[in-house]
Every structure is written in structure tokens, then in C-alpha cells.
């Protein structure tokens, strides 16, 4: 690994572009200590202390401790992943939209602009909703309550998600990799060492060191497993064969070659979960702009969506909201999937092309086979990220751990970024006849 490296710093392309994603992260770090103007930091403490409580702790997470500390990057990427989803879903919905996405680069271009002004235009909403709702309740001084002290905050939040977009847009053109993924994975991975603190005053600190030892190799192999689980829940896959009919073209005989359909496990990734987990947490955020009775009908509800109090030895019966948590993250992958891969349009290129599967006739079986295919491993990568996901609850409710960056949906976006990066790395040194980082 270390050798790969190496060699990678050894090619000037490759160098520059492995720098210039250095630069930029180092310029993310810098925008995530940079604070808003007028924002009481007494309140932000108070306030994601609730934050964790509720269960919300993994929004801090995935902005590098931005949010609690309301800076500059407060929003982080957000608002572009949520704009992203909701463009793919409006392509789906529009007719005009698929055309343009048809359409080739220019449709391509034309649709990443409109995501860009969806972008601004959440940003917008989300900031302004979190200056007006937490401004008067002590997240602004006194004497910034007013009206360009509202518009401070809402433009330096604006600002600091749309200059994360550019930053992101700008790694994927002259760095390293998908620039998006790997802004949202350097802000998780800045929380792990406060995350190892949290675990070693946990388990370890003040123990003997029998007690810790045995702590320290118990939580060590929980996360080592966690681990190995999400690297081959992410590069699991089923291969459909698929057999290309012989025809002459002109005085040659061509076709005849054999290939795959490669359906991945997890053929949805990380976003069944964080649906599932804006939609449960959607509620209990928006309880925060309210004093909530949390001893009414209601705020026993609220408290039972907060996976915070899931596994509560104390009050076990708030962990009936796990059960929707498990229903809503099966029913987002197999409807993700649904929109991301059509049997029904493969099985017409496969015919189109002269291609069919061995034993299953062309057309509607074929679209029908691929379907049914589709449903079961759907169902295995579904089930899948919902083990990956419960595990660190469970510890966060039997032994009040907290949120932890390195679990759940932070463990399957640091694993499919990383290994993406590796992948785009390594294609850069195979073009130059090197062995690069996945043939060590």
C-alpha cells in the first residue's frame, strides 16, 4: 500500500490532482472552525446536547462538528444530496427531464445546473428556518436579533453550502475521485478521534487494566467486524450470464461473445437509510422549535421515532419505533432500486443487441426473470444495512455510547467512499503501467 503510494507521488499528473484534493480538504477543515457572526456558542452546546439526546447526533456528524459549532459549513453537503435525490426522483416523474438526461453530456450539464439551483434554493430554506426558529430562543445575542443579524446567519449558511457544492464539483474535475463523496467522508472521519475519546471514557477510563484490556479488545473486534461486514455487503454482487447470438455482418461472422449482468447486493447504498432516517428524525427536529410535553400521547410518539432511546433498558417499549425504522429502510431499497435499474428496459437492449440469458427466453420472461432476481438480493442488501445500522444503536442504548461516527450509515458511506477513491487512484496508475493500490 504504502509502495502504491509511492509510485502515485512519482507520476506528476496523478501528484498534483492527490495535492490539489489535499489543499482542498485542508480549506473544508479551515470553513468548518470558522464561526458565524452573532451566534451564541453557550446555546449551540445546550443545544446539541438535546441534539445527541434526540438522536440526531449523526446530522452533526456527517458536517465534521460544523452544525454544533454553527460555521461556516454549518449545512455542509446537504442541501446538494437532498437536491440530487429529489432531481433523480423528478427525472423519473418527468418526462422532459428523462429526455434531457437522454439527451447525452449536454442533457447531463443541463440537469447539474438545475440541481445547483435546487441546492441554493434549500440552503436557503434550511438556513433561514434555523435562524428564525432558534434565533430568539438564545442561538443569536441580543443585540444581532434583528434584521441583518438574521440575514447574516442566512447568507453565511447559504454561502457555506453552496462554496462546499463548488468545492466538491472542483475535487471531482481536477482531483481525485467523486468530489461530493469525499467532502461528506473527510467530515465523518474528523469526528473519530472525539469518537475514540467517547469509547475510551466509556469502557476504559478508571477501570483496571484487566477490565480495559478486555473493553478495549471486545470494541476493537465489534468494529473490525462491523467493518469487514460493510466492505462485503458493498462489493457483493450476482451475475447474471448473458450469451450474444452469431450473425453475419457483411462476408464476417461476429457476435457470440459472453458477458454478465452484474446486480449488486446493496444495489441502493447508503440512501435507504438516510430516507429512513430524515423521515424518522424529521418529527423530533422539527420538536426542537417547541416546547414539547414529552409526558402527552404525542411526545411519548416523538420519543418513540428517536432511535436515541432505543434499547433503553429503562423504557423498552420506545424501541417499538425500530420496527418502522426496519420497515421504512426495506421499503426505500426496493423503491431506490426500482428507479435506478429497469428489467424491463434491459431485457429490451438485451434484445435489441441479440443478447439473452441461457435458458430464459427474450423479451418479458427475461424482464420477468430479472425482476424476481432483483427482489431477492433487493431484500439481502436490505436486510444487510439494516444489521449494519442497529448495531451501533443497540450499543448506544444498552451501554449509552452515543452517537458514533464510524457506525450505521457512517461506516457504509467511509467504506464506499474509500474504496471508490482507490478504484479512481488505481485506474490513474494502470493507464501508466502501474500496478496501483488494488493489485497489492
Not at 213 to 229: D, S
Request: a positive charge.
Amino acid at each position: 500500500m504504502l509502495n502504491s503510494i509511492q509510485k502515485a507521488f512519482k507520476v506528476k499528473e496523478v501528484r498534483e490532482r492527490l495535492l490539489y484534493t489535499f489543499m482542498m480538504l485542508i480549506v473544508i477543515r479551515i470553513g468548518s472552525c470558522l464561526p458565524i457572526p452573532g451566534v451564541d456558542a453557550s446555546f449551540l452546546k445546550e443545544f446539541f446536547t438535546n441534539l445527541q439526546n434526540s438522536g440526531m447526533g449523526f446530522v452533526n456528524a456527517i458536517t465534521g462538528g460544523s452544525f454544533s459549532n454553527m460555521s461556516l459549513f454549518a449545512l455542509s453537503i446537504t442541501p446538494y444530496i437532498t437536491s440530487s435525490i429529489i432531481m433523480q426522483l423528478m427525472t423519473i416523474a418527468i418526462p422532459k427531464l428523462e429526455e434531457m438526461q437522454k439527451e447525452g453530456e449536454d442533457g447531463r450539464k443541463k440537469i447539474a445546473e438545475y440541481t445547483r439551483y435546487l441546492t441554493v434554493a434549500l440552503a436557503l430554506f434550511q438556513s433561514s428556518a434555523m435562524a428564525i426558529g432558534f434565533g430568539k430562543q438564545g442561538l443569536l445575542y441580543e443585540d444581532a436579533q434583528n434584521i441583518w443579524g438574521y440575514m447574516t446567519v442566512i447568507a453565511a449558511m447559504t454561502a457555506g453550502s453552496a462554496l462546499l457544492m463548488w468545492i466538491g464539483e472542483r475535487i471531482t474535475e481536477k482531483g481525485v475521485g467523486n468530489g461530493i463523496s469525499i467532502v461528506l467522508l473527510i467530515n465523518i472521519v474528523s469526528s473519530l478521534p472525539q469518537d475514540v475519546l467517547m469509547l475510551y471514557e466509556r469502557f476504559m477510563a478508571g477501570k483496571s487494566v484487566a477490565v480495559a484490556t478486555v473493553a478495549a479488545i471486545i470494541v476493537l473486534a465489534v468494529v473490525v467486524a462491523t467493518v469487514v461486514f460493510v466492505l462485503v455487503l458493498n462489493g457483493a454482487e450476482r451475475r447474471i450470464p448473458v450469451q450474444y447470438s452469431k450473425k453475419m455482418q457483411g462476408r464476417r461472422m461476429i457476435g457470440g461473445q459472453s458477458s454478465h449482468i452484474p446486480l449488486k447486493v446493496n444495489t441502493a447504498g447508503v440512501i435507504p437509510v438516510i430516507f429512513a432516517s430524515s423521515i424518522m428524525s424529521m418529527p423530533v427536529m422539527i420538536a426542537q422549535f417547541f416546547n414539547v410535553d414529552y409526558s402527552t400521547f404525542g411526545g411519548k410518539i416523538l420519543m418513540a421515532l428517536s432511535s436515541a432511546n432505543w434499547f433503553r433498558p429503562e423504557m423498552p417499549v420506545y424501541s417499538v419505533g425500530l420496527l418502522i425504522y426496519i420497515v421504512l429502510v426495506v421499503l426505500f431499497a426496493y423503491f431506490y432500486t426500482s428507479i435506478t435499474f429497469n428489467p424491463l428496459e434491459v431485457a429490451n437492449n438485451m434484445k435489441k443487441s441479440g443478447g439473452f440469458i441461457p435458458g430464459v427466453r427474450p423479451g418479458k420472461p427475461t424482464s420477468d426473470f430479472l425482476n424476481n432476481i432483483l427482489n431477492y438480493i433487493v431484500f439481502i442488501g436490505a436486510t444487510g444495512l439494516v444489521i449494519v445500522c442497529i448495531v451501533p444503536i443497540i450499543a448506544s442504548g444498552l451501554f449509552n455510547v452515543g452517537s458514533l461516527s464510524f457506525g450505521g450509515t457512517s461506516l457504509i458511506i467511509i467504506a464506499g467512499v474509500i474504496l471508490e477513491t482507490i478504484k479512481a487512484v488505481d485506474s490513474m496508475m494502470l493507464v501508466r503501467n502501474y500496478k496501483g493500490f488494488l493489485n497489492d
